[in-house]
């Protein structure tokens, strides 16, 4: 059986270890034997752990990811180690780790040391002729300019030919949330090799993986367009997004609906995807992966009088969003939040995924808790938040135990919350920032007597 190693066991790294290990035969035989690979961290022992066992390391809505875990576990094709020896006889090796966006000083730029570090360990060990998969998203240029001196030069060191590197680079476009495991294995997926062998064995790899005839590849000419594809359309979401925005200011401020503008717009096939106002952007990507291109065309490609002011603003007004449905909340409350109890519902960054990296609800909550509010989070997805050491409620607590309330991720069970019999304990105000409630459920808190209002919304 072939090998696969997939290297980082984080939320695209172990969802995509277990698609791998579920690729089968016409005989339904196995045709890959899989084996993550994470640090010997607590929090990759812990992914490692659960990869181990068939289970996936996070909490999840989509069922067929656990389904296809144990199918895993049947068949005895895929471990976890923290041993990065398990790559010397990969016949695919995936890199899936992190690479983050280091805000802190005046220009955003990204540290490639552990990423190179990360390469490195890959180069002292496969086999030539092993294919080298990045899905990690990176700086445009990285494969070119980082990836292949550095394989390049673990294969001379160990006395290999450097030109028996096979690297192609393919992201992930992995939606975690219910279609999950779905979103690897039946989704359209944009690639490219370093050289016309690394293209085909990169192709063969994903032809295998997904559903191409439902799904065909898109075979770009360089690694660089390859990693481009992906900022760039990060970016361009981003950036409808942040469109948005300042259209919602102005519908609450003229008092009309601007989810029904938009529902009209969209009937244009050409604006089809125009976004909606909300809370704010949060997750992994949409935050940072704007900052990559100029990175890397600064960093790595040396162009340095090219900037990207529209994807980097959009990143900037995505992040500023919460900060106005506090404002929202807290004229509602009449104009300050000193000892007021405010319930946060969803602190997730996007609703059905149990993620609060960068999540909305947290800035919300630093900045509530900084004017004098006292939080309370429910979530029915997560019961601990990490990034705030804070428990998390399932259900809401008594109406009449909190003074507002900011509905702030549509997860599919407060659409179904019975706001009406909930209400009949107390009247907080209530603010709609994501559109989370039906037209019902709003209409039931403006009858039941709570101050109430939607972002993007003029009316109730
Ligand atoms: N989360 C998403 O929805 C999503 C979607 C598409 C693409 N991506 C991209 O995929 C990449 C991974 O994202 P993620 O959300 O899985 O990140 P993550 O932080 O959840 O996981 C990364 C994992 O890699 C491990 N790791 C780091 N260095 C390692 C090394 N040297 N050896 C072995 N393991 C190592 C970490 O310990 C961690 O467990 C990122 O570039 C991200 O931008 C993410």
């Known amino acids: ?26 005989d339904g ?11 010997p961290t607590e929090e990759g022992r812990a992914r490692i752990a659960a990869v181990d066992a068939c289970r996936f390391p996070f909490e999840t809505t989509d069922g067929l990811l656990g389904k296809a875990a144990a199918a895993a576990s049947v068949a005895g094709n895929l471990r976890a180690t923290d041993d990065p020896d398990a790559m010397a006889d990969a016949d695919v090796v995936i890199v899936d780790i992190n690479l983050d966006v280091d805000r802190s000083a005046d220009v955003p730029r990204v540290d490639l040391a552990a990423f190179r570090q990360a390469v490195r360990t890959i180069g002292e060990r496969i086999r030539p002729g092993a294919l080298v998969l990045i899905e990690t998203t990176v700086p445009p240029g990285t494969c070119e300019k980082v990836v292949t001196p550095v394989l390049q030069l673990a294969f001379e060191e160990r006395g290999l030919d450097p030109d028996d590197i096979l690297l192609a680079h393919s992201f992930e476009r992995v939606m975690p949330g219910r279609e999950y495991l779905r979103s690897i294995t039946h989704y359209w997926r944009v690639y490219a090799g370093r050289t016309q062998e690394a293209s085909d064995a990169c192709e063969a790899f994903l032809t295998r993986l997904i559903d191409t005839e439902a799904y065909p590849l898109t075979r770009l000419d360089s690694l660089v367009a390859s990693e481009t594809a992906k900022v760039m359309e ?17 519908a609450e401020a003229a008092g009309f609906d601007l989810f029904q503008v938009i529902d009209a717009i969209r009937l244009r096939p050409t604006h089809n995807n125009i976004r909606q106002p909300g809370f704010g952007v949060g997750g992994y990507c949409l935050t940072k992966d704007p900052f990559l291109a100029g990175i890397g065309a600064r960093d790595l490609i040396g162009c340095r009088d090219l900037s990207f002011p529209f994807s980097e603003q959009a990143v900037q007004v995505n992040e500023d969003m919460p900060l106005v449905s506090l404002e929202r909340l807290q004229t509602l409350l009449g104009g300050t939040l000193e000892g007021k109890r405010i319930l946060v519902m969803g602190v997730t960054y996007r609703q059905d995924v ?8 947290e800035t919300f909550v ?9 939080i309370l989070a429910c979530d029915p997805l997560i019961d601990h938040w990490p990034e705030l050491e804070m428990k ?12 507002g309330v900011v509905f702030a991720v549509p997860h599919e069970g407060f659409r179904m919350f019975n706001l009406v019999a909930w209400l009949e304990a107390g009247q907080p105000a209530i603010l709609d920032a994501n559109n989370v409630l039906t037209r019902d459920q709003r209409a039931a808190a403006v009858d039941a007597g709570c101050i109430f209002a939607s972002i993007g919304r003029g009316r109730a």
């Open 354 to 361: 149990a993620d609060t990296r960068y999540s909305p609800s």
């Open 29 to 39: 035989s196995p045709v890959y034997d899989v084996t993550g690979i994470d640090l």
């Open 1 to 26: 059986m072939k090998s696969v190693c997939v290297q980082g066991l984080g939320f695209v790294g172990a969802a995509m270890a277990i698609a791998v290990s579920s690729i089968r035969n016409d």
């Open 392 to 403: 998390v409620l399932e259900g809401p607590p008594p109406a009449d135990s909190v003074d």
């Open 366 to 374: 630093k900045e509530a808790q900084r004017r004098g509010g006292e």
């Open 234 to 250: 990060n970016s361009y979401r981003a950036a409808n997004i942040a469109f948005v925005e300042e259209w919602a200011r102005f």
